[in-house]
DNA sequence: CCTCCCTATGAAACGGCTTTCATTTTTTTG
DNA sequence: CAAAAAAATGAAAGCCGTTTCATAGGGAGG
């Protein structure tokens, strides 16, 4: 037996429609009814219930959020809870609250979004990470339901994205290396079916040729994001006998792995090799030596994502691309290579 | 323009009660009409509105929780992912969704919750950390609202929780310390604020009194969750003229910071001093040396909460203390110490 | 062949709110 | 002071489902 719009109408002698008005602010309500409506309000602990005004209103002020499968999470993993407070801090802030699903099986994550998108439980979707040729991007592009994707489309062009520029950002990191004296600069990328993988190698690729150094396919390798990769690219890349004196890895975690590889392999960092790797989470400062990285804003995408979205929802905007500054982040992984 | 039962019975000539007997498996429809109706909900791509549904079935089929303040989640943030995997797990497969939500400002967590609670929003609450005298559990346990704390609760014996028997846990690694030789033993703790940190503080002095060794209050340093607090601690323990040759600490993280101020003292581990720390978060494999550490099944926490939570919206169970069994992690920061 | 009882389905109310349209009350204006 | 305009409020429909109660039709039993 909650307490209804009614139970308060009939306490304060008036109708439910006036009380309905009181809460919404309308105009044309007298602030003596306003102040009794209130008071009655208070007194009975009246809070609206949400789903009536949400089926009225045929809006949830809700976002959705589908878990990433296991798989993909390790990508996500580290920094989740810096997005989800980024997106839950500016939802909240303007009224939505955030609501996650998973699909039950690891297939059927199309499924999980149909059922919150028709089932109206939610106005927006956010995307946590774009993979190439995505089929969930195309799905809710064909749906016509709200969404922004963290990252960005390699089929779309018209969708509302947060991202980090990554191709500038891997740039960036190559001609600091190069700006230190570097010429031999390898890659430890991630797995190639996510875009910010591919985007970060192109960078890397483009720097190195705009800087007419060399690039060869066996300094470049592809991994997991997951330390053990980087622990495994180090014998393969350590063994060439032309081999880079620094190397951009593609994650924090994974240039742990990087680290521990070098290590067991009787390197030293940064003075037989120099490593630069992204995302700059926590475990980057505590590693030794402490990881020149690239910090990324997650909070803020987080942030910003919730915040484009919201007004997409509202204001109908439908295409926008949000980039979020990264910033090289400088420790003791990286030293000046010097002639020889 | 939604399809809405309406549409579905429309077309398939039968009353909008039907088409909703037939959504529920109504043991009373026949055959033949069930199977047209089902053809045309496919047709029409129909998905029930799930908000009127829950309006007129009065439960929402979700669970709701409340970010943690940015001051709290310093303990929640490194497992947080976890955690909310383990929890959306075993929601999606028992068909309910995760909301989130956090207070505006700083202080109103119960005024979230209050708004959750009585716009019906959701149908219970999972309480990611608990304090002493916890207001939020008070709040909850008025309202007679379904909802499960991760941790326990130092007022209320009739609740829902979920916890590590911590008290245990921190003996067991007390004694494990004990049975390799050691018998001056040091506590860095958290926030006396928090259950989790009473708790093992517990245990630890438990297990101290019961061998009947040696307890010294300068021998506890309470900290953060923050591995400066680990690497404060430091100057103070190790000065000391008698100090303890093993240490426990209530995080890895916090050992993390252990571990930078021994060496910054020119202290090694564990030859000079056994560490062993709680949680076993990645960075506990990553540290030199690699922490011995007390796993404490944090996904399975997450996927308990939601399971013993919807038995109790959909059962009244509103009585029920988990225990998640904890492991010792074996790896190389504790030494046997020899007698002198 | 008539009643009685199932079975399958429909009609309508209800859940709690918003909003249009109508109505009453008050104020303004000529 | 009457008429018109403005302000304040109420009645009722509608959002989209579920469920109770009623009813039509078919078969069993007498």
Same sequence: chains 1, 2.
Avoid at 126 to 131: A, D, G
Avoid at 150 to 179: C, H, P
Avoid at 265 to 283: A, H, W
Wanted: glycine share 6%; hydrophobic share 40%; net charge neutral.
């Amino acid at each position: 037996m909650p307490v209804t719009i009614k139970d308060v109408a009939k306490e304060a002698g008036v109708s439910p429609s006036t009380v309905s008005r009181v809460i919404s602010n309308h105009p044309r309500i007298s602030p003596q009814t306003t102040a009794k409506v209130k008071k009655i309000m208070d007194e009975l602990g009246y809070h609206p219930n949400m789903l009536a005004k949400s089926l009225v209103m045929q809006k949830s002020k809700t976002l959705g959020i589908i878990l990433p499968r296991p798989a993909e999470e390790l990508f996500v993993n580290l920094f989740f809870s810096e997005f989800i407070r980024g997106i839950v801090a500016q939802a909240s802030r303007i009224g939505y609250d955030l609501l996650m699903t998973s699909g039950v099986t690891q297939m059927d994550e199309a499924d999980a979004i149909t059922k919150l998108v028709k089932g109206k439980k939610v106005d927006g979707i956010i995307i946590l990470t774009s993979r190439k040729k995505d089929p969930v991007i195309k799905l809710l592009q064909e749906m016509k339901f709200p969404f922004v994707v963290i990252g960005r489309s390699d089929e779309f062009e018209n969708i509302l994205s947060v991202d980090n520029d990554n191709i500038k950002a891997a740039t960036d990191v190559t001609n600091y290396l190069i700006s230190i004296g570097h010429k031999r600069i390898g890659f430890v990328s991630g797995p190639a079916h996510l875009i910010v993988s591919q985007d970060r190698l192109t960078g890397y690729t483009e720097a190195l040729k705009a800087a007419q150094l060399e690039t060869k396919p066996e300094w470049i390798v592809e991994g997991e994001f997951l330390q053990e990769s980087g622990y495994l690219a180090m014998s393969s890349i350590m063994s060439l006998e032309n081999r880079p004196s620094a190397l951009i890895v593609t994650d924090d975690l994974v240039a742990y792995g990087v680290l521990r590889g070098l290590t067991e392999l009787g390197y030293k960092v940064p003075e037989d090799i120099s490593i630069i790797s992204f995302n700059n989470i926590t475990i980057s400062e505590l590693t030794n030596p402490p990881l020149n990285s690239v910090e990324i804003g997650i909070y803020q995408m987080g942030y910003t994502a919730s915040q484009l979205l919201i007004r997409s929802i509202e204001d109908g905007v439908d295409s926008k691309r949000e980039l979020i500054p990264h910033r090289i982040i400088t420790r003791q992984s990286c030293a000046p290579l010097l002639e020889k």
